[in-house]
């Protein structure tokens, strides 16, 4: 399916038009009865209307383009007590204000603010159930990586310590207008009822910024620079973690008891 709406490419859209594919996207989320559901980025409604085919209680569309709003009208009219069209910015827009009850988040995510919009929900991750999302396939691997890989880094730490993290599948190019120069792939987050260990998520966020801002220095080196007044060298040895490691190799437990001792 093709539409007379051009993707603006300001606004990192890749439309979704393979119906095969959002088909399977409803299918993976299995039962949604009793949950409302949040869908950034409808685009042409393709996977809004595979959702609209589900069990789901409520489907709240946010959309930044006033064109693709406009374009989704004839899709309220047909769904008018489970489709609420929303023309606003998703990085803007506070969920929290915006439906109560629980609550799941599905999306093809524009590609130029998929990271913040994950790093955005994970600050208010209590307000979900469940967050499934297409995103760059590279993407992906950075949320799901572990230590010791390339991909491992900020989104990774922030995202294991907060949600079981799930792979789905890979999506070609073909399947978007227009087909992007990378695979894309979907992942599932699922909020956990603590996150993996004990810490200060502001605390964390900062060592992750910190850390993974100089990833190819020693950690010693990067928490000396940071924290002029401590005795770093003490602090690693207490939680028995070797000075000369890089962040790459620090497990999510290790930077969880780094954030706590040096905050």
């Not at 709406?5 to 039962?31: N, Y």
């Not at 799901?144 to 491992?152: D, E, L």
């Not at 028995?240 to 969880?256: D, F, G, M, W």
């Amino acid at each position: 399916m093709r539409s007379h709406i051009r993707p603006r490419k300001d606004l990192g859209q890749h439309f979704i038009v393979d119906t095969d594919i959002t088909d399977r996207v409803a299918q993976l989320l299995g039962d949604l009865s009793g949950l409302n559901v949040i869908e950034i980025g409808p685009g042409l409604g393709i996977l809004t209307q595979s959702l609209l085919r589900t069990n789901l209680n409520m489907l709240y569309a946010i959309e930044t383009d006033a064109r693709c709003v406009q374009a989704l009208q004839p899709l309220k009219d047909r769904y008018p007590d489970r489709l609420v069209l929303i023309h606003g910015d998703a990085l803007s827009i506070d969920e929290s204000k915006l439906i109560t009850g629980p609550t799941a988040i599905v999306a093809n995510l524009p590609y130029n603010i998929g990271t913040l919009l994950v790093l955005k929900w994970m600050q208010s991750i209590s307000l979900f159930k469940r967050i499934t999302i297409m995103l760059q396939k590279e993407v992906v691997e950075r949320i799901t990586a572990r230590p010791n890989t390339q991909s491992y880094g900020r989104l990774s730490v922030i995202c294991q310590w907060l949600c079981q993290v799930e792979c789905g599948f890979d999506i070609e190019p073909g399947s978007f207008d227009p087909p992007p120069k990378v695979m894309s792939s979907i992942v599932t987050l699922r909020p956990m009822v603590q996150p993996l260990f004990p810490c200060n998520q502001c605390n964390l966020e900062d060592m992750t910024n910190i850390l993974f801002s100089q990833k190819r220095k020693m950690v010693s080196s990067i928490l000396r620079k940071r924290f002029k007044d401590r005795n770093v060298e003490d602090v690693l040895k207490e939680l028995n973690i070797s000075p000369t490691k890089r962040p790459e190799a620090l497990t999510v437990q290790e930077i969880c008891s780094v954030a706590t001792a040096l905050s």
